[in-house]
Protein backbone atom coordinates (compact mmCIF):
# COMPACT_ATOMS: atom_id res chain seq x y z
CA UNK A 1 0.00 0.00 0.00
CA UNK A 2 1.66 3.14 -1.44
CA UNK A 3 1.02 6.35 1.00
CA UNK A 4 3.16 8.50 -0.96
CA UNK A 5 2.65 8.38 -4.76
CA UNK A 6 4.56 10.08 -7.35
CA UNK A 7 2.19 9.14 -10.41
CA UNK A 8 4.31 10.74 -13.37
CA UNK A 9 7.62 8.76 -13.63
CA UNK A 10 8.87 11.08 -16.04
CA UNK A 11 8.79 15.04 -17.03
CA UNK A 12 10.61 16.66 -19.87
CA UNK A 13 10.71 20.41 -20.26
CA UNK A 14 12.63 23.18 -21.81
CA UNK A 15 15.14 25.64 -20.44
CA UNK A 16 13.90 28.59 -18.87
CA UNK A 17 10.07 26.90 -18.37
CA UNK A 18 8.23 26.34 -15.37
CA UNK A 19 8.87 22.29 -13.86
CA UNK A 20 5.70 20.95 -12.06
CA UNK A 21 6.28 17.67 -9.96
CA UNK A 22 3.72 16.27 -8.07
CA UNK A 23 2.88 13.89 -5.17
CA UNK A 24 -0.01 12.27 -3.68
CA UNK A 25 -0.50 11.14 0.09
CA UNK A 26 -3.24 8.80 1.64
CA UNK A 27 -2.11 9.29 5.31
CA UNK A 28 -3.97 11.87 7.15
CA UNK A 29 -1.33 11.46 9.67
CA UNK A 30 1.18 13.10 7.63
CA UNK A 31 2.54 16.43 8.29
CA UNK A 32 5.59 17.53 7.36
CA UNK A 33 6.49 17.05 3.33
CA UNK A 34 9.60 17.36 1.96
CA UNK A 35 11.13 17.08 -1.65
CA UNK A 36 14.68 15.49 -2.29
CA UNK A 37 16.64 15.73 -5.54
CA UNK A 38 19.00 12.88 -6.80
CA UNK A 39 21.60 12.75 -9.15
CA UNK A 40 23.19 9.25 -10.74
CA UNK A 41 25.55 7.49 -8.22
CA UNK A 42 24.84 9.83 -5.45
CA UNK A 43 22.42 10.11 -2.32
CA UNK A 44 19.27 11.97 -2.14
CA UNK A 45 20.03 15.86 -1.34
CA UNK A 46 17.10 17.96 0.55
CA UNK A 47 16.13 19.99 -1.48
CA UNK A 48 12.88 22.17 0.24
CA UNK A 49 10.22 21.15 2.94
CA UNK A 50 6.89 21.93 4.27
CA UNK A 51 4.60 21.38 7.88
CA UNK A 52 1.04 21.13 6.90
CA UNK A 53 0.19 24.16 8.74
CA UNK A 54 1.12 25.85 5.90
CA UNK A 55 0.08 25.71 2.27
CA UNK A 56 3.21 26.97 0.46
CA UNK A 57 7.46 27.62 0.86
CA UNK A 58 9.09 29.31 -1.47
CA UNK A 59 12.94 29.10 -1.83
CA UNK A 60 14.69 30.54 -4.74
CA UNK A 61 13.77 28.75 -7.65
CA UNK A 62 12.03 26.03 -6.03
CA UNK A 63 8.52 26.43 -4.60
CA UNK A 64 6.10 23.92 -2.54
CA UNK A 65 2.54 23.81 -2.48
CA UNK A 66 0.71 21.92 -0.42
CA UNK A 67 -3.34 21.08 -0.76
CA UNK A 68 -4.43 19.36 2.50
CA UNK A 69 -8.10 18.64 1.70
CA UNK A 70 -6.77 17.21 -1.68
CA UNK A 71 -3.44 15.38 -0.05
CA UNK A 72 -1.40 16.31 -3.11
CA UNK A 73 1.74 18.76 -3.32
CA UNK A 74 3.43 20.12 -5.77
CA UNK A 75 6.95 21.42 -6.55
CA UNK A 76 7.44 23.96 -9.06
CA UNK A 77 10.57 24.95 -10.23
CA UNK A 78 10.84 28.62 -12.50
CA UNK A 79 12.89 29.26 -14.24
CA UNK A 80 14.33 25.50 -14.71
CA UNK A 81 17.79 24.84 -15.58
CA UNK A 82 19.50 22.08 -17.28
CA UNK A 83 21.19 21.36 -13.88
CA UNK A 84 17.91 20.62 -12.59
CA UNK A 85 17.74 17.53 -14.33
CA UNK A 86 17.71 14.97 -11.46
CA UNK A 87 15.35 12.01 -9.86
CA UNK A 88 13.31 14.28 -7.50
CA UNK A 89 11.70 12.31 -4.38
CA UNK A 90 8.22 13.29 -2.33
CA UNK A 91 8.90 12.45 1.22
CA UNK A 92 6.61 12.61 4.27
CA UNK A 93 6.90 12.22 7.61
CA UNK A 94 4.21 11.66 10.99
CA UNK A 95 5.32 12.54 14.19
CA UNK A 96 5.04 9.42 15.96
CA UNK A 97 5.31 10.20 19.89
CA UNK A 98 8.48 10.81 19.85
CA UNK A 99 10.40 8.22 19.13
CA UNK A 100 11.14 8.72 15.32
CA UNK A 101 10.80 11.07 11.91
CA UNK A 102 10.96 8.01 9.36
CA UNK A 103 10.53 9.26 5.95
CA UNK A 104 8.14 7.85 3.43
CA UNK A 105 8.95 8.39 0.20
CA UNK A 106 7.22 8.26 -3.48
CA UNK A 107 9.03 6.73 -6.65
CA UNK A 108 10.26 9.39 -7.38
CA UNK A 109 10.00 11.61 -10.80
CA UNK A 110 13.08 12.26 -13.33
CA UNK A 111 12.91 15.67 -14.64
CA UNK A 112 14.99 16.74 -17.48
CA UNK A 113 15.18 20.15 -18.71
CA UNK A 114 16.42 20.33 -21.98
CA UNK A 115 18.80 23.41 -23.51
CA UNK B 1 32.65 19.30 6.00
CA UNK B 2 32.63 15.17 5.47
CA UNK B 3 29.02 14.05 4.69
CA UNK B 4 27.73 10.64 5.29
CA UNK B 5 30.10 8.06 3.62
CA UNK B 6 29.23 4.52 2.96
CA UNK B 7 30.71 1.28 1.79
CA UNK B 8 31.44 -0.60 -0.44
CA UNK B 9 29.82 1.21 -3.07
CA UNK B 10 28.98 -1.64 -4.57
CA UNK B 11 28.78 -5.40 -3.61
CA UNK B 12 28.31 -8.51 -5.66
CA UNK B 13 27.62 -11.74 -3.58
CA UNK B 14 26.26 -15.31 -4.29
CA UNK B 15 22.65 -16.46 -2.83
CA UNK B 16 22.99 -17.57 0.78
CA UNK B 17 26.30 -15.66 1.80
CA UNK B 18 26.51 -12.41 4.34
CA UNK B 19 27.21 -9.33 3.72
CA UNK B 20 27.73 -5.93 5.65
CA UNK B 21 27.65 -2.69 5.00
CA UNK B 22 29.40 0.26 6.79
CA UNK B 23 27.74 3.65 7.12
CA UNK B 24 29.54 6.46 9.04
CA UNK B 25 27.34 9.19 9.57
CA UNK B 26 28.10 13.20 9.63
CA UNK B 27 30.00 13.75 13.01
CA UNK B 28 27.64 15.28 16.07
CA UNK B 29 24.94 13.76 14.02
CA UNK B 30 22.37 11.57 16.87
CA UNK B 31 19.70 10.39 14.69
CA UNK B 32 20.91 7.54 12.07
CA UNK B 33 18.25 5.53 9.49
CA UNK B 34 18.83 2.92 7.20
CA UNK B 35 16.66 2.91 3.72
CA UNK B 36 16.73 0.81 0.55
CA UNK B 37 15.59 1.65 -2.72
CA UNK B 38 14.79 -1.57 -5.18
CA UNK B 39 14.32 -0.97 -8.87
CA UNK B 40 11.72 1.04 -10.04
CA UNK B 41 10.48 1.66 -6.29
CA UNK B 42 11.02 4.85 -3.90
CA UNK B 43 13.15 4.84 -0.47
CA UNK B 44 12.15 1.97 1.94
CA UNK B 45 12.79 2.56 5.25
CA UNK B 46 14.90 -0.13 7.15
CA UNK B 47 15.80 0.55 10.98
CA UNK B 48 16.18 3.98 13.02
CA UNK B 49 19.18 4.50 15.79
CA UNK B 50 18.76 7.86 18.08
CA UNK B 51 21.40 7.92 20.65
CA UNK B 52 21.41 5.64 23.43
CA UNK B 53 17.80 4.68 22.66
CA UNK B 54 16.12 1.71 21.75
CA UNK B 55 16.11 1.36 17.33
CA UNK B 56 13.17 1.34 15.94
CA UNK B 57 13.21 -1.92 13.54
CA UNK B 58 9.94 -1.95 12.05
CA UNK B 59 11.14 -1.67 8.56
CA UNK B 60 13.24 -4.99 8.75
CA UNK B 61 11.70 -6.82 6.03
CA UNK B 62 12.94 -10.30 7.72
CA UNK B 63 14.81 -11.31 10.92
CA UNK B 64 18.06 -12.19 8.51
CA UNK B 65 18.46 -8.37 8.42
CA UNK B 66 20.15 -6.76 11.65
CA UNK B 67 21.74 -3.35 12.13
CA UNK B 68 24.56 -2.36 14.81
CA UNK B 69 25.63 1.37 15.87
CA UNK B 70 28.80 1.37 17.91
CA UNK B 71 29.46 3.71 20.21
CA UNK B 72 26.61 6.57 18.43
CA UNK B 73 28.82 6.66 15.80
CA UNK B 74 29.27 4.09 13.08
CA UNK B 75 26.46 1.62 11.81
CA UNK B 76 26.88 -1.47 10.45
CA UNK B 77 23.39 -3.16 8.13
CA UNK B 78 24.07 -7.13 8.22
CA UNK B 79 21.98 -9.27 5.72
CA UNK B 80 22.33 -13.31 6.45
CA UNK B 81 21.99 -15.65 3.35
CA UNK B 82 21.01 -13.52 0.73
CA UNK B 83 18.43 -14.30 -1.55
CA UNK B 84 18.19 -12.13 -4.88
CA UNK B 85 15.07 -10.13 -3.79
CA UNK B 86 17.61 -8.43 -1.09
CA UNK B 87 19.40 -7.00 -4.49
CA UNK B 88 18.88 -2.87 -3.84
CA UNK B 89 20.56 0.26 -3.33
CA UNK B 90 20.99 0.82 0.68
CA UNK B 91 21.11 4.10 1.88
CA UNK B 92 22.29 5.70 5.02
CA UNK B 93 20.97 8.78 6.33
CA UNK B 94 21.67 11.15 9.02
CA UNK B 95 20.73 14.43 10.95
CA UNK B 96 21.82 16.12 13.40
CA UNK B 97 19.12 15.36 16.32
CA UNK B 98 15.81 13.65 16.33
CA UNK B 99 13.54 16.42 15.75
CA UNK B 100 15.02 16.95 12.22
CA UNK B 101 13.68 16.34 9.61
CA UNK B 102 15.86 16.85 7.23
CA UNK B 103 18.34 14.00 7.00
CA UNK B 104 21.93 13.85 5.18
CA UNK B 105 22.49 10.99 2.72
CA UNK B 106 25.24 9.24 1.70
CA UNK B 107 25.79 7.63 -1.88
CA UNK B 108 24.69 3.90 -1.02
CA UNK B 109 25.98 0.61 -1.28
CA UNK B 110 24.55 -1.04 -4.46
CA UNK B 111 24.25 -4.83 -3.47
CA UNK B 112 23.61 -7.49 -6.06
CA UNK B 113 22.69 -11.08 -5.37
CA UNK B 114 23.13 -13.45 -7.94
Known amino acids: DQQVKQNSPSLSVQEGRISILNCDYT??????FLWYKKYPAEGPTFLISISSIKDKNEDGRFTVFLNKSAKHLSLHIVPSQPGDSAVYFC??????????????FGKGTLLTVNP | GAGVSQSPSNKVTEKGKDVELRCDPI?????LYWYRQSLGQGLEFLIY????????KSGLPSDRFSAERTGGSVSTLTIQRTQQEDSAVYLC????????????FGPGTRLTVT
Open chain 2, 27 to 31: SGHTA
Open chain 1, 91 to 104: AASAYSGGSNYKLT
Open chain 2, 49 to 56: FQGNSAPD
Open chain 1, 27 to 32: NSMFDY
Open chain 2, 93 to 104: ASSLRQTSYEQY
